[in-house]
């Protein structure tokens, strides 16, 4: 009996990795930023490349950050405040980190994105 509670352990950790690398990216993350960023940034991967991830970080934790890059920039300054950015935000960092400049990974197409166009 113990030896097959390892084992179920052991099948439980093995479908978790395989469900976690199944899903390529967050695609959630990705249609908030389409919607809020995209006018001004290019493509949510696009977008995620142009900075490494200890800037991401640095831009999503430092508090007023984002908003200070923004000053002035009303469409840019409402996106920010939007309920939706601010709920999501730690989940659309995570995104942006995972796709970012040195992350490694290159999208092909797939039903919500191809290439660089919208
Ligand atoms: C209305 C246009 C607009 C929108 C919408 C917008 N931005 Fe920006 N963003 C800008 C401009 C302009 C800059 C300054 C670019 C520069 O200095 O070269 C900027 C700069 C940035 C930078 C700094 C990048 C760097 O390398 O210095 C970050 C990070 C950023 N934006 C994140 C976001 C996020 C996240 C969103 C969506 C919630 C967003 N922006 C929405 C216009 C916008």
Not at 88 to 97: A, Q
Request: aromatic share 14%.
């Amino acid at each position: 009996m113990k030896k097959n509670g390892w084992i179920l352990l052991l099948y439980i950790g093995f479908f978790c990795t395989c469900t976690s690398a199944a899903e390529r990216y967050d695609t959630k993350a990705f249609r908030i930023v389409t919607k809020l960023c995209s006018p001004c940034h290019g493509t949510p991967f696009y977008m995620a490349k142009q900075i490494d991830e200890d800037n991401w970080e640095y831009f999503f934790k430092t508090p007023g950050e984002l908003e200070k890059i923004h000053k002035g920039n009303t469409q840019a300054l409402s996106s920010l405040k939007s309920s939706i950015f601010q709920q999501k935000k730690k989940r659309i960092m995570k995104y942006f980190i995972n796709n970012s400049k040195f992350s490694g990974s290159v999208h092909g197409c797939d039903a919500n994105f191809c290439g660089t166009h919208h």
